[in-house]
């Protein structure tokens, strides 16, 4: 059974920084394409970072370019985002999701503040 579960989310004054986890369990992290959603108030779901298996390229969306890093461990199964330079825009509750041959799965967010 997959699971995914987020953590480190919470507030930060803009210009700081967090770091995101998820945890993943019932299935090899570093074999499937994995990544971060974010959902604002009154918005849509929108991608925001994600790593392939192996080699594991990375992706980013053009507005977290340069301030957010996705990294994975696969020792532990977890992936991260590694967030600097927060923005008040960046406020949301942040998902991970793993793709797999057997489907999309979602972890149940974890809330992002960016407020001063």
């Known amino acids: 059974q997959v699971q995914l579960v987020e953590s480190g989310g919470g507030l930060v004054q803009p210009g700081g920084s967090l770091r995101l986890s998820c945890a993943g369990s019932?299935?090899?992290?570093?074999?499937?394409?994995i990544g971060w959603f974010r959902q604002a108030p009154g918005k849509g779901r929108e991608g925001v970072a994600c790593i392939s298996g192996s080699p594991g390229s990375t992706y980013y969306e053009d507005s977290v370019k340069g301030r957010f890093t996705i990294s994975r461990d696969n020792r532990k199964n977890t992936m991260y985002l590694q967030m600097n330079s927060l923005k008040p825009e960046d406020t949301a509750i942040y998902y991970c999701n793993l793709v797999n041959p057997w489907g999309n799965y979602w972890g149940q967010g974890t809330q992002v503040t960016v407020s001063p």
């Open positions: 019932g299935f090899t992290l570093g074999h499937y394409l």
